[in-house]
């Protein structure tokens, strides 16, 4: 053995000592010194959290009856999808959940950059299918089904307009409310109080913080933090109502469809509360059902008659001769006439030189003071109105009335400002265009702005805000907001004015008005019927206009149905039947329990 | 026995040589296990490296046992034989049907699921050759062309082969072995350094052929450049060790190897040893390797001549590059390069020639001058 041998020997003994002494250096440093640091970066490599959905808030009437809540659904969603078996996996769901291949690959693709989280492929799946599922298990790794809240509006169709529905979050809506916390999977409001209250709804998201492998497949759970439930929504709507109201107007418009009228079939009612403005009833016809929004939609679009339209707010008619006591109380207030005025009435009448105008067939009236006007309903006396106040006094007293724009319902959206038929309007307006304004045609006007006329009527000229929600609490039963009625505007009239004009409306339920079917009813109600010419070769739109009990108004009444025909034949019929239904089902309520 | 060797005092095997293996061997088996039940749950069936590791423990052991008992000089005359079958075998994982590739790269061959990596058996051919080639009397060491060229003509021949697989590692810790066994057989130090400068030329032509070397080694720069690439195998290795803190996470309780790490049961398995026993477990790995790296250079120094010399020293410094280019790569102090850890990983074939070489250190260690 060589020296040199033994001293190389020597050489590497001392070089593999310094290399183990560097890694036990290394190692001490890594594991004792950075400890924390590794222990903190290692943690969040491999610790996520998965939502929890909350449950979204519910929406009860004013006696807490509920017109939106939740039921559980399955939610089918993929979690740890193993690539090699993720083709049959695919197939076999697409068949059982009877979606196509490619939107499940979609949905795949658009998920799993967070592959900790369940992937979700369809959600609320009927038992029958997850039982499909469940006998396929083997052949399906990795799907899993996870009971999730579905939103449910157990009255169907009732107030679908009023409550709106949910669906998925849209590309555009994600965009702007995902630095909000919402995932691209989230269900949110889409329309009526769901949109509008979405953030009181929505209630917070869960999380339960999971420990994951490298492929995001779920080790354990750690800790959960609950889901805190989306807030109550009170509102004023009475749903005895409403439902009275849409089966009123449904009643009415078959009855008229059977009688061979083959235009109407599309109409609206709003039920105001004249001393708060609360919505008791706000009804578009026809209506859809918000369970099944999504899966009828082609039906909805294609219908003709519009129905994800909300008439009372969207729809604008000319509003006839329920407009009249803008024409009468505006020359009461203008010192044109008196109570005690009359016109006489011989069913046609000249004014301007050369436009002659007619009552309703002909007929002569007589002579009438306003009272006598209204309950008639004589074109005549309020062409001579409209002819001595001129289109920009008429027009004046008829934006008093918050005609030609909006009465503020803000609750939900959409709603439109009108027109009034006058000369800040229209550039073409004549001076003997006032004739037709005064009866209320050419006037552009929804059915919530002719109940807001009504309660205005009914109250002597206060212009309440129209509002749907009056409390929202939270989950415990906490209040988080009340809304106050909120005025508007107050008209300072003359109040010997006001009585004028309900004595007018009252007069039109008694025998010999246009609406003395109205007279039988339980409580006495005052109103004001009108026809409004809809166009060539169309039948005339049917209107009503009124509130009850006429001594002490509790509900302020609109009725819209478009091309029903007279005031009489349509809108009369309906305002009888809600007012009979309402009252009469109290009187016999208070009845019974006497 | 020839006339020279009668002379030799017989003795008692090493024991700290022994005592380190077994215990090494022990915490491989129970390592590979913890390291590998997770993933192998999942494929239904956690056992599968366990067994597999007993299986080529226990055929690694009893090639131990035949070598320690085989006296080692009676291996030179199977030197030549030995190597030209191992250089057979390593062209025939390139030829199909023999070859296996796993990963892009054909280092195995095998007929079913039995594979084994021929590069792992040309290692000790090699050292066997290297050894006895340069023990001759005849030879001249000093004289380059006559000493240390031959030996590294062949080296480099299956260098290049093994390259070729690709496994660059492998085919660094053969070259890096015999470059050992060269030098401490007394390679001038002016042609060592010769050499290094000849090899600077061919390390930077195989960083720039393969593309995915120059990242490997720049990512070892800093790894959080790129952490779902190049950096992802050393970051989630940092993160199995450093939270083992002192004590480690505990056995069988470690979170890295659920398909984080990569090769959690071979390549990495040192990682999972940082996350789970902690310093405490990763210091005594490092000083049960130390003392078998010092048996192993005790045995060079008192083998009764060159040859054993020779041998022992190849021997221990294949087994001491690999672990330590091993941990060098997974506490993050080197590039990444695909090598396991002796005696502990998970490694078929590997374990088996690791055990039969340190059987022929322990028949070393019975001679002494």
Redesign the interface.
């Given at each position: 053995m060589s020296k040199s041998l033994q001293r190389r020997l020597r050489v590497f003994t001392v070089v593999v000592i310094m290399i183990i002494l560097l890694l036990t250096a290394r190692l001490a440093w890594l594991q004792i010194y950075q400890y924390d640091y590794y222990v903190a970066k290692a943690e969040s490599n491999r610790l996520r959290d998965i939502p929890i959905l909350a449950t979204r808030g519910e929406i009860k009437d004013r006696n807490g009856q509920v017109l939106a809540t939740n039921r559980p659904g399955y939610t089918v969603s993929l979690l740890g999808l193993d690539r090699q078996k993720a083709a049959d996996v695919i197939r076999y769901l697409s068949e059982i959940l009877e979606i196509e291949e490619q939107e499940i690959r979609d949905k795949i693709a658009k998920q799993q950059f967070k592959s900790y989280a369940p992937i979700q492929i369809a959600t609320d799946v009927s038992p029958e299918i997850v039982a499909q599922l469940e006998e396929r298990r083997l052949e399906l790794p990795g799907v899993i089904y996870e009971t999730q809240p579905v939103r449910e509006y157990p009255q169907q169709s009732v107030a679908a307009h009023i409550l709106g529905y949910v669906g998925v979050i849209r590309e555009n809506q994600y965009q702007e409310l995902k630095h909000e916390g919402y995932r691209f999977t989230d269900i949110i409001g889409q329309s009526g109080l769901e949109a509008t209250f979405e953030k009181y709804l929505r209630g917070q998201d869960g999380t339960l913080r999971v420990e994951t492998n490298r492929f995001g497949n779920r080790v354990r759970e750690l800790e959960r933090t609950n889901p805190i439930p989306g807030n109550t929504l009170h509102l004023t709507l009475d749903l005895r109502l409403q439902v009275i109201a849409e089966n009123a107007l449904d009643q009415v418009i078959a009855a008229l469809k059977e009688e061979g009228n083959e235009q109407v079939g599309k109409g609206a009612v709003v039920a105001l509360d004249p001393n708060t403005g609360g919505i008791l009833a706000m009804v578009s016809y026809p209506a859809f059902n918000p369970n099944t929004f999504y899966q009828d939609y082609n039906e909805i679009r294609d219908n003709p008659d519009k129905p994800e339209i909300n008439k009372a707010i969207q729809g604008t008619y000319p509003v006839g001769s329920t407009f009249k006591l803008v024409g009468a109380l505006a020359a009461l207030e203008e010192g044109i006439i008196t109570e005690k005025s009359r016109v006489v009435c011989g069913g046609v009448k000249t004014f301007f030189g050369s436009d002659r105008r007619r009552c309703y067939n002909y007929t002569a009236h007589g002579a009438l003071n306003v009272v006598g006007a209204l309950q008639k309903s004589c074109n005549i006396f309020f062409y001579e109105m409209g002819y001595h106040l001129g289109g920009e006094r008429l027009s004046k007293y008829a934006k008093d009335f918050g005609f030609g724009s909006l009465v503020g319902l803000t609750d939900i959206r959409g709603e439109v400002p009108g027109l009034i038929n006058g000369p800040e309007t229209r550039s073409d307006f004549m001076p003997g265009d006032v004739l037709s304004a005064a009866i209320g045609q050419g006037h552009a006007i929804t059915p919530l702005q002719l109940a807001n006329y009504g309660a205005m009527l009914a109250n002597g000229g206060i212009h309440y805000r129209p509002h749907l929600v009056k409390k929202i609490t939270s989950y415990t039963g906490e209040v988080i907001l009340e809304q106050e009625p909120e005025i508007l505007k107050k008209l300072d009239y003359e109040q010997k004015h006001w009585e004028i004009a309900r004595k007018g409306m009252e007069a039109v339920t008694e025998l010999g008005g246009t609406g003395s079917s109205l007279r039988t009813l339980p409580v006495k109600v005052a109103g004001k019927t009108g026809s409004a010419e809809a166009g060539a070769n169309k039948i005339s739109h049917s209107l009503f206009v009124g509130y009850a009990p006429a001594e002490a108004p509790e509900i302020a009444l609109a009725i819209v149905v478009e091309n029903g025909g007279l005031g009489g034949d349509a809108a009369v019929p309906v305002a009888k039947m809600i007012f009979e239904a309402y009252y009469g089902e109290e009187a016999a309520e208070s009845n019974a329990e006497m | 026995m020839t006339g020279k060797n009668r002379n030799l005092r017989k003795k008692e095997a090493d024991f700290i040589l022994l005592f380190c293996t077994m215990t090494l061997l022990a915490i491989g088996v129970v390592m590979v296990f913890s390291a590998s039940y997770?993933v192998m749950q999942d494929r239904s069936d956690p056992y599968f490296h366990l067994r597999r590791q007993v299986m080529w423990a226990a055929l690694g052991l009893v090639g131990m046992l035949f070598f320690s008992n085989y006296s080692y000089w009676k291996l030179k005359r199977w030197t030549n034989l030995f190597l030209l079958v191992s250089f057979l075998l390593l062209v025939a994982v390139f030829i199909p049907g023999i070859g296996v590739e796993i990963y892009g790269a054909k280092r195995w061959i095998g007929i079913g699921s039995l594979t084994a990596q021929p590069s792992d058996m040309a290692k000790l051919a090699l050292v066997m050759f290297a050894a006895a080639y340069l023990s001759q009397k005849k030879i001249r060491i000093e004289n380059f062309f006559q000493g240390p060229l031959p030996v590294l003509a062949v080296m480099g021949i299956f260098f290049l082969v093994i390259l070729k697989q690709p496994d660059l590692g492998t085919a660094v810790v053969l070259a890096g072995t015999i470059m050992?066994v060269v030098?401490?057989?007394?390679m001038k130090i002016q042609h060592v350094f010769g050499v290094a400068l000849c090899a600077v030329p061919l390390m930077v032509y195989l960083m720039l052929s393969e593309p995915y070397r120059l990242r490997r080694l720049l990512s070892f720069r800093d790894p959080w450049a790129d952490p779902l690439d190049t950096g992802y195998q050393i970051i989630?290795s940092?993160?199995?060790?450093?939270?083992?803190?002192?004590f480690g996470v505990g056995l069988g309780h470690g979170?890295?190897k659920?398909?984080?790490l990569p090769e959690p049961h071979s390549d990495f398995i040192f990682a999972v040893i940082?996350e789970e026993l902690?310093?405490i477990g990763?210091?005594s790995v490092?000083i049960l390797?130390?003392l078998l790296?010092?048996r192993g250079?005790k045995i060079?120094?008192s083998?009764p001549?060159?040859y054993g010399?020779l041998l022992a020293?190849g021997i221990t410094?294949m087994i001491?590059l690999q672990t330590?280019m091993n941990?060098?790569v997974v506490?993050g102090?080197i590039p990444v390069t695909g090598i396991n850890l002796p005696l502990i990983s998970s490694g078929g074939s590997s374990l088996f020639f690791t055990l039969c070489s340190i059987g022929i250190l322990l028949n070393i260690s019975k001679y002494t001058?």
């Open positions: - | 997770y050992i030098f401490v057989a007394g989630q940092l993160y199995a060790i450093g939270p083992g803190g002192l979170r890295q659920m398909y984080y940082g902690g310093f990763t210091s490092l390797f130390f790296f010092w250079f060079a120094l083998a001549d060159a010399s020293t410094g001491g330590l941990i060098g506490t102090s001058r």
